[in-house]
């Protein structure tokens, strides 16, 4: 069956960096737009990047542009969000996700001083 885990989030300063990754397996992972979402505490999910199965094609949403980089590896098949320049209001739960399939468990990312 389909499973994602995600992994590489914690407690980082503002102005810092962080690298999620994502390990996809149980599909043909290089056919999937994938996608990254996150959820901060009291709020629904928020849509933040995504790109498509041959790794072309990247968006992000306004409020991370510039600083959030969405990429993947098909050797490996795994999803990765580097993320630069941490602000506080980047602090959720990240997840990925398959394009209209699966969501990970999620991987907490808090950016506090």
């Known amino acids: 069956q389909v499973q994602l885990v995600e992994s590489g989030g914690g407690l980082v300063q503002p102005g810092g960096s962080l690298r999620l990754s994502c390990a996809a397996s149980?599909?043909?992972?290089?056919?999937?737009?994938m996608m990254w979402v996150r959820q901060a505490p009291g709020k629904g999910l928020e849509w933040v990047s995504s790109?498509?199965?041959?790794?072309?094609?990247?968006r992000y949403a306004d409020s991370v542009k510039g600083r959030f980089t969405i990429s993947r590896d098909a050797a490996k098949d795994t999803l990765y969000l580097q993320m630069n320049s941490l602000k506080p209001e980047d602090t959720a739960v990240y997840f990925c996700?398959?394009?209209?399939?699966?969501r990970g468990q999620g991987t907490q990312v808090t950016v506090s001083s």
């Open positions: 996700e398959q394009a209209g399939g699966s």
């Open positions: 790109i498509n199965g041959a790794g072309q094609n990247p």
């Open positions: 149980g599909f043909a992972f290089s056919r999937y737009t």
